[in-house]
């Protein structure tokens, strides 16, 4: 059964950090490519930072850039968002994605997490 479990969500002051982590089950995690996204109430959900399978490739949202951090650490099948500076708007739920395998050209599989909360207070 494959589980993506996103965790480290919470309420932070403006200028503060956050690290998110989804840990990863019942696929092979190695070869997927990774993202996260973000929904904002009343909001579509959008692309936050990807990373492909080996971490060799990785984009974020032009909103984040020099803020936040993918990683991925393939020996314990958990993806990382380090977040940092945060701003109001960065207030959403976090969603982690899995897409594969052979990350995104001819992946078979799209997996989501449930999402965890992100609140950012000015």
């Known amino acids: 059964q494959v589980q993506l479990a996103e965790s480290g969500g919470g309420l932070v002051q403006a200028g503060g950090s956050l690290r998110l982590s989804c840990a990863a089950s019942?696929?092979?995690?190695?070869?997927?490519?990774m993202s996260w996204y973000r929904q904002a109430p009343g909001k579509e959900r959008e692309l936050v930072a990807a990373?492909?399978?080996?971490?060799?490739?990785?984009n974020y949202a032009d909103s984040v850039k020099g803020r936040f951090t993918i990683s991925r650490d393939n020996a314990k099948n958990t993806v990382y968002l380090q977040m940092n500076s945060l701003k109001p708007e960065d207030t959403a739920v976090y969603y982690c994605?899995?897409?594969?395998?052979?990350?995104?050209?001819?992946?078979?599989?799209?997996?989501w997490g449930q999402g965890t909360q992100v609140t950012v207070s000015s």
């Open positions: 990373t492909n399978s080996d971490g060799g490739s990785i």
């Open positions: 994605n899995a897409v594969g395998p052979g990350d995104w050209v001819g992946a078979k599989y799209a997996y």
């Open positions: 019942g696929f092979t995690f190695r070869r997927y490519a």
